[in-house]
């Protein structure tokens, strides 16, 4: 059986990765892709808590829920990233100072 703690290893890796591309990259869908490594560690937490709790499946609940939310919020993201493309023909957010004209 693998110890709780490994779990927690892999998921801390998973968070600082995610962490390092939101902060230092430049393009938007990089920083969405750190995002969704951030999430996805959050996920691995619930999924690795909940198999330690033999009584509840909250874990992989919320687990499920989480992963439905991020499918929705990265749709919405590659739409508003489509179209500000399309406006502004760049998807760097610091050359992004207006949302109007």
């Known amino acids: 059986m693998i110890p709780l703690a ?5 998921s801390a890796a998973l968070f600082c990765i995610g962490l390092y591309a939101v902060l230092s990259k430049r393009n938007a869908i990089m920083i969405l892709i750190g995002i969704e490594f951030m999430l996805n560690a959050a996920i691995l937490n619930f999924v690795a808590f909940g198999k330690y709790d033999k009584l ?3 874990g992989q ?5 989480a992963i439905v939310l ?12 489509l179209n500000v493309y399309t406006y502004y023909k760049n998807i760097d957010p610091t050359v992004i100072d207006q949302l109007r004209d």
């Open 56 to 58: 509840h499946m909250g």
């Open 70 to 81: 991020a499918a929705a919020a990265v749709a919405v993201s590659l739409a508003i990233i």
């Open 61 to 65: 609940l919320f687990a499920l829920f």
């Open 6 to 10: 490994h779990f927690m290893l892999i």
